[in-house]
């Protein structure tokens, strides 16, 4: 059974009771994060709740053009009144010794691997 397999049984069971459901697509805390997509981070280890808040990922927690449309839509048509960026040690994507692993290649272009630190950040550790 794969993990998709797993997560698909899971949200079947899910979806029996949908407990959920009586929130709201705007957030009770009126708070987005834009973070990155590691795993460790999670509305956890920033005390929310589910429902308090959007929070939009990518790799390195960086500002886009899709990450500011989300915050756009948040904001505009959700009633956010507040915006986080958090960035945290030890980011994979932000790390100048991240590499493919198993002999993948990541393609060439503008979603390239490397993050682009206009401040410098990454090489200061
Ligand atoms: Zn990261």
Same mark, same amino acid.
């Given at each position: 059974?794969?993990?998709?397999?797993?997560?698909?049984?899971?949200?079947?069971?899910?979806?029996?009771?949908?407990?959920?459901?009586? $929130?709201?697509?705007?957030? !009770?805390?009126?708070?987005?994060?834009?973070?990155?997509?590691? %795993?460790?981070? =999670?509305? *956890?280890? /920033?005390? $929310?709740?589910?429902?308090? !808040?959007?929070?939009?990922?990518?790799?390195?927690?960086?500002? %886009?053009?899709? =990450?500011? *449309?989300? /915050?756009?839509?948040?904001?505009?048509?959700?009633?956010?009144?507040?915006?986080?960026?958090?960035?945290? %040690?030890?980011?994979?994507? *932000?790390?100048?010794?991240?590499?493919?692993?198993?002999?993948?290649?990541?393609?060439?272009?503008?979603?390239?691997?490397?993050?682009?630190?206009?401040?410098?950040?990454?090489?200061?550790?």
């Amino acid at each position: 059974m794969s993990v998709i397999d797993e997560v698909l049984e899971a949200n079947e069971i899910y979806s029996h009771t949908h407990e959920l459901r009586r $929130l709201t697509p705007r957030p !009770a805390r009126k708070l987005a994060i834009l973070t990155c997509m590691d %795993t460790r981070l =999670s509305i *956890r280890t /920033l005390g $929310l709740m589910t429902g308090d !808040a959007h929070i939009i990922r990518n790799a390195g927690g960086i500002v %886009t053009e899709d =990450s500011l *449309r989300s /915050l756009l839509i948040s904001h505009y048509l959700l009633d956010t009144e507040e915006i986080m960026v958090i960035n945290h %040690t030890d980011c994979g994507p *932000r790390s100048p010794l991240a590499k493919p692993r198993n002999g993948k290649k990541l393609p060439d272009g503008p979603h390239g691997p490397r993050f682009q630190d206009p401040e410098g950040l990454s090489e200061s550790r």
